[in-house]
């Protein structure tokens, strides 16, 4: 079974400012992990993906992500934020290997202020 | 442009009534995916499909049911609706294997 926990369901930020969203995983077959991010009004929109290899995986909008296996984490982060910044930002996992039943975490608001 | 459209958008409806969300993709893809959405909560997955007359229940219950006539069309109903069912109701498609969703903009329902 997997499950992801997000810490915060907040977090605040001054424009400019580094960005972190907590994710951490549960699996127990090796996870593809996902960042989705949802801006007011609209539907889920793929950040960035963990699959195999590299642990540092990078995104759309200068987004990263590292996978550390030993922490069971997957921290989202930006150096600089920017206003346009500003959503809900879902962590989620697939431990399934024939198809894709994403377990999301409950989201983080992320606020970007000047 | 390959997309996923969901309509309505909004929708407030009484009790009783029957109702029925449209989800259609133009990318081909196989495997759809209803998601209900509470406010602060996760994301959970009530019905999916592998493809044209197949169906299952996703792991959490829901009073409503889908169809999967042909492959781009994936609506989900509800006979008879009820406050309870008040939520965002998200339509997903996505190709083999384990790749990423596509989500649609899903439909914000509200039953009075």
């Known amino acids: 079974a997997q499950s992801v926990t997000q810490l915060g369901s907040h977090v605040s930020v001054s424009e400019g400012a580094l960005v972190l969203l907590r994710c951490n995983y549960s699996s127990s077959v090796p996870p593809y992990l996902f960042w989705y991010v949802q801006y007011p009004n609209q539907g889920l929109q793929l950040l960035l993906k963990?699959?195999?290899?590299?642990?540092l995986v990078k995104g759309i909008n200068g987004f990263e992500a590292e996978f550390k296996k030993s922490e069971t984490s997957f921290h989202l982060t930006k150096p600089s934020a920017h206003m346009s910044d500003a959503a809900e930002y879902f962590c989620a996992v697939s431990g399934d290997t024939g198809f894709q039943k994403l377990v999301f975490g409950t989201g983080t608001r992320l606020l970007v202020s000047p | 442009e390959a997309d996923i459209y969901q309509t309505p958008r909004y929708l407030v409806i009484g009790t009783g009534k029957k109702i029925t969300l449209e989800c259609s993709q133009t990318m081909g893809h196989d495997k759809m995916y209803w998601y209900q959405q509470d406010p602060g909560m996760e994301l959970h997955l009530i019905h999916y499909s592998y493809g044209v007359n197949s169906t299952e229940k996703g792991d959490l219950s829901s009073e409503s049911t889908v169809s999967r006539i042909r492959t781009e069309h994936f609506p989900l109903t509800l006979e008879s609706a009820r406050p309870s069912h008040t939520s965002q109701y998200l339509c997903?498609?996505?190709?083999?294997?384990?790749?990423?969703?596509?989500f649609g903009s899903g439909t914000q329902l509200s039953v009075l």
């Open positions: 997903a498609s996505s190709g083999g294997g384990r790749e990423k969703l596509f």
């Open positions: 963990y699959t195999t290899g590299a642990t």
